[in-house]
């Protein structure tokens, strides 16, 4: 049986507690805690509805373990969930993604794959304070909590993908961010060679951010993705 978690003590800030699962999950901690993550093992599932260990930064889960992903939800809520899988293909995605999980690590790629998923995710994690307040970058305005947007004092409808699109590159502006990334964060089950739905939804947030003709915000870096930020 796995520890109980309510013995853990809080971690500091600089150390993000990450809690593992599962023999696989469990011998990647030497290489987590080396890069600097905090971990600690998960605890046993009859404790998954108390409420008096603080919350960590992410789980990871060995393949296998997705059974435990609604009782970490109930307790935790939105927090980043990384489920193991041998390989990175569209039956092991639907498996990840079906079960609640925000994300799989490729158990077969050893300690790199994840490093760079967990840090994805725990760049677009905000914290408690940031959630309660709208994010600006010059006349652009969204609220993440009530899914508002607004240009120049003037709001702006969008659909569901192109809200996430669009936070997506507003948290990890001023940045480059990958069609790679995009990808994996808001279409994971497209093929990576053959879509293009990143230009359709780049050109449709464009129109509707440019309607009032506004200056362009989403710009183009060739070769390597999108940034969304101010160009004076």
């Keep these: 049986m796995w520890p109980n978690l309510a013995k853990i003590p809080k971690m500091a800030e600089s150390m993000p507690m990450v809690l593992l699962g599962g023999t696989a999950a469990m011998e990647l901690a030497p290489r987590l805690e080396a890069s600097g993550y905090a ?80 840090r994805l995710h725990l760049q677009l994690q905000p914290s408690a304070s940031e959630e309660d307040q709208p994010i600006v970058v010059g006349d652009l305005e969204v609220n993440p909590l009530n899914h508002t ?5 003037h709001p702006i409808s969008l659909t569901s993908r192109e809200f996430e699109l669009l936070l997506l590159l507003l948290r990890l502006s001023p940045k480059v961010v990958s069609r790679d990334v995009i990808l994996k964060e808001i279409w994971p089950e497209e093929r990576t060679t053959t879509s293009n739905v990143i230009e359709v939804y780049v050109r449709y947030l464009r129109r509707k ?17 999108y940034a969304l930020r101010e160009e004076r």
Excluded: F, Y
């Design 209 to 225: 951010l440019e309607m009032g003709g506004e200056p362009r915000l989403i710009h183009t870096v060739r070769g390597l993705g």
């Design 149 to 153: 947007v607004q240009r120049a004092g």
């Design 39 to 118: 971990t600690h093992p998960l605890l046993p599932l009859e404790e998954a509805d108390r409420k008096e260990a603080p919350p960590p930064a992410a789980v990871i889960l060995s393949s296998g373990l997705e059974r435990h992903i609604p009782s970490l939800r109930r307790r935790w809520g939105a927090l980043p969930i990384l489920l193991g899988s041998p390989q990175d293909d569209v039956e092991g995605r639907c498996r990840a993604l079906g079960s609640g999980a925000n994300d799989l690590w490729l158990s077969s790629a050893g300690p790199s794959d994840l490093l760079t998923r967990l």
